[in-house]
């Protein structure tokens, strides 16, 4: 195979080839593509993209969307207040909840208010589960339109340049489950991709990602179900010293969020602004 292509003196590179490069010590800069969740626009507008500059990139959908059974509260929100004008909640204990949800901002406003809802989670999921049936917006139909199925990532995982990771069942903090639910989240995920498509599943994207989501109790169970990089989000490139540990690499984040996809941002990242000692002591004073 022809080396991957590079650009701005980057080496877009495929997840399999992190930990021999980093063991390495090349002084190559690469960079890994990486796409959490499973949302169907990784397909319809990322995969074209990264075809054209012949990018390697991985998914890490949950199985849960997959199979369509169940969908991450906020995940359903935010799908849902994409396409309605309004939502009426009728919930058990604060009663009916009506938003007029026509700008992206009275979207967001309506999703923060939802999700800073007191009283048990699984209450305000229910009801909000109910209010996008009345909608017009059911659960299954939105899975259908936001998220990619099985038959969207078996087309996806027969090309080369793309790798197919564990993103969990669930999308469960795992940090908060017992010992047996965790390894299960990672594990049944693994098992249930592995089989459905037919090829090894080597990676895993914690889901949340953040040192309160993922330790060192899901690093050692990523590393002793045969995974061969774990990724989170913390914030940083990664240096040949991560190849001691490849269960918990950091990456850099790109959303619509804040500045997060700003060009000029995110080659700062990507130069190490965030890695360097000078800059936390900055971001430090800045925060503190
Ligand atoms: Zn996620």
Redesign the pocket.
């Given at each position: 195979m022809n080396s991957p292509p590079s650009y701005d003196r980057w080496r877009f590179v495929a997840l399999d080839e992190i930990p021999d490069r980093l063991k390495s010590k090349s002084r190559e800069r690469f960079l890994a593509l990486t796409l959490?969740?499973g949302y169907l626009d990784n397909m319809r507008y990322g995969a074209p993209v990264f075809e054209e500059f012949e990018a390697p990139f991985a998914l890490f959908p949950y199985t849960n969307a997959l199979d369509r059974v169940a969908i991450e509260f906020w995940m359903l929100l935010q799908s849902l207040l994409l396409v309605v004008d309004s939502l009426r909640v009728e919930h058990p204990s604060h009663g009916v909840l009506e938003f007029r949800t026509e700008t992206m901002e009275a979207k967001r406003a309506a999703i923060e208010a939802l999700l800073r809802l007191g009283g048990p989670v699984d209450d305000t999921y229910r009801a909000v589960l109910a209010a996008a049936e009345a909608a017009g917006e059911p659960m299954r139909r939105i899975l259908d339109r936001e998220f990619l199925s099985w038959e969207h990532l078996r087309t996806l995982v027969a090309h080369p340049r793309v790798t197919i990771g564990v993103?969990t069942v669930s999308?469960a903090d795992l940090a908060t489950l017992s010992d047996e639910g965790c390894y299960r989240e990672i594990s049944e995920a693994k098992t249930k991709l592995e089989l459905e498509l037919g090829t090894r599943i080597r990676h895993i994207a914690y889901?949340?990602g953040s040192t309160a989501n993922c330790r060192e109790r899901e690093f050692r169970y990523a590393r002793e179900l045969g995974f061969i990089t774990g990724l989170t989000t913390t914030r940083g490139n990664v240096f040949p010293h991560h190849a001691e540990s490849l269960w918990s690499l950091p990456r850099h984040l790109i959303s619509g969020l804040k500045h997060s996809a700003d060009v000029k941002y995110l080659r700062m990242s990507l130069n190490g602004v965030w890695d360097t000692p000078l800059n936390n002591r900055a971001v430090g004073k800045l925060r503190g």
């Open positions: 959490d969740d993103h999308h889901p949340l």
